[in-house]
């Protein structure tokens, strides 16, 4: 990957391809949650993690096969996985807590791209950081799940989460204006930065919420 060593016009042209293929997946996440709506209560046990395993396939592909097809069913699939949580906050009318999530999200990924795009410091050499940082907070929240159970380190968990993913915002930002990637391959790794920045937003104002 050959690095342009400052802002072209190119890059920013690349930028915003890549987000018009970023909200075509967001289009595209929002449709699979709405269709998934009314058959939330069978996305529970199996039926669930036979959604998620079909979503980590189709992303598995997808690094093999970075087609739009692809890409779309992903992000069509991850919005349907959303569905038990976002059924659940609709059934004890919490919706305020999706839209708080919605808005927290829209604001951090704007500010974020705007520090990427206007600051003199170079965040691309944080990947292999960011990554470990990233496996040490998987490896904590299965923990969590299967032998603590604690909401306190739930909510670090989720904190955490929304910082490192603020990270990833920035340097994948640059990434875009600043090397040759494929503007659908950085949508991809966009549009997880924002997927796992708003999940984190909704357990924060969960947690807030149940206080």
């Known amino acids: 990957m050959t690095i342009i060593s400052n802002i072209t016009t190119r890059g920013m042209q690349r930028l915003k391809e890549t987000y018009q293929y970023v909200f075509l997946g967001i289009l595209a996440a929002v449709a699979g949650a709405f269709l998934g709506l009314p058959f939330a209560a ?3 046990g199996f039926g669930f993690w036979g959604f998620v395993i ?3 396939g189709v992303l ?5 096969r970075p087609l739009m097809t692809n890409y779309i069913i992903f992000t069509a699939l991850t919005g349907l996985t959303l569905v038990p949580i976002l059924s659940t906050l609709l059934g004890i009318g919490a919706g305020h807590v999706i839209l708080q999530a919605l808005i927290g999200t829209s604001v951090i990924v704007a500010g974020l791209t705007h ?4 600051t003199d410091k170079d965040f691309l050499g944080m990947g292999q950081v960011l990554m470990y940082i990233l496996i040490g907070i998987i490896i904590v929240s299965f923990i969590n799940i299967f032998f603590i159970g604690s909401s306190i380190l739930s909510l670090g968990i989720s904190i955490g989460t929304m910082i490192l ?5 920035i340097m994948d930002t640059q990434e875009v204006i600043k090397t040759d990637i494929d ?3 950085a949508a991809m790794n966009l549009y997880l930065d924002i997927l796992n920045m ?5 357990h924060i104002f969960m947690s807030i919420d149940e206080d």
Do not use: H, K, V
């Open 42 to 44: 069978s996305l529970t």
């Open 54 to 56: 079909l979503e980590f």
């Open 60 to 64: 598995f592909w997808f690094m093999f």
């Open 115 to 118: 520090y990427a795009t206007t």
């Open 165 to 169: 993913f603020s990270f990833f915002i």
């Open 183 to 185: 503007p659908l391959l």
């Open 198 to 202: 708003f999940t984190s937003l909704l």
